[in-house]
């Protein structure tokens, strides 16, 4: 049995019933349910039987961020809506969970603003918490960039310096030509520089003497 209850200030809701042992004339109802009623105790209401529609489509809103913090809050709302019988646009109800108790509002319901949740398949969305904040996005400070001089090179101060010598002076031209030749005169690769053998096994009389050949490197 499911029953459209109605306050003198015109606000109304739905509920079913959980037993029958009230008097005549009275009835007792959750506390939540007086909070979206805006009752006090011994107000006068308005109790209609009606018959809702099966949901297939609820979205709810925790009230407040806390409710995020459960390990899998889905899985303790859908324990929990199997103690209610209908659900109505606008209403929160509450969510008891570790001795917390976590107010969940229904802000969307289809097929119609009141629906029943009784033994039906009910598509069950989620809103972002009323109090939830969105993280700040900062930009990660950009890296400081070298600097450049005339020259094109980071560091360099624009002045061209040569080889320094051993005793701190440069080196005169004279001397940097006399180093060049001798360089390009040494031979860098001994050709046939190995030992010489005889096929017959005894040693070679007169082994060949190494040729030196210069590398030279060839620019297109």
């Known amino acids: 049995?499911?029953?459209?209850?109605?306050?003198?200030?015109?606000?109304?809701?739905?509920?079913?019933?959980?037993?029958?042992?009230?008097?005549?004339?009275?009835?007792?109802?959750?506390?939540?349910?007086?909070?979206?009623?805006?009752?006090?105790?011994?107000?006068?209401?308005?109790?209609?039987?009606?018959?809702?529609?099966?949901?297939?489509y609820v979205k709810l809103q925790p009230v407040t961020s806390d409710f995020l913090d459960i390990t899998n809050p889905k899985a303790v709302l859908e324990r929990t809506l199997r103690s209610y019988t209908?659900?109505?646009?606008?209403?929160?109800?509450?969510?008891?969970?570790?001795n917390k108790n976590y107010e969940i509002e229904v802000k969307e319901a289809k097929p119609n603003r009141?629906?029943?949740?009784?033994?039906?398949?009910?598509?069950?969305?989620?809103?972002?918490?009323?109090?939830?904040?969105?993280?700040?996005?900062?930009?990660?400070?950009?890296?400081?960039?070298?600097?450049?001089?005339?020259?094109?090179?980071?560091?360099s101060n624009g002045s061209k310096a040569g080889k320094v010598g051993s005793n701190g002076s440069a080196p005169a031209a004279g001397d940097a030509g006399a180093a060049t030749e001798a360089a390009a005169e040494e031979p860098t690769f001994l050709a046939f520089a190995g030992t010489a053998r005889r096929l017959d096994g005894k040693a070679a009389v007169l082994p060949p003497a190494p040729v030196a050949v210069p590398l030279v490197s060839r620019h297109e």
């Open 1 to 56: 049995m499911l029953f459209k209850v109605e306050s003198t200030g015109g606000r109304t809701t739905h509920c079913g019933v959980l037993e029958f042992v009230a008097e005549e004339g009275q009835v007792y109802m959750p506390h939540w349910m007086m909070q979206n009623m805006l009752l006090q105790v011994g107000d006068v209401v308005r109790f209609t039987n009606v018959s809702l529609p099966k949901g297939t």
């Open 114 to 155: 009141a629906i029943s949740v009784v033994e039906t398949d009910c598509q069950v969305d989620f809103e972002a918490p009323k109090d939830y904040k969105e993280p700040e996005y900062k930009k990660p400070a950009p890296k400081p960039e070298a600097k450049q001089d005339a020259t094109g090179l980071p560091g």
């Open 86 to 98: 209908c659900l109505t646009v606008g209403d929160c109800f509450v969510v008891n969970y570790n």
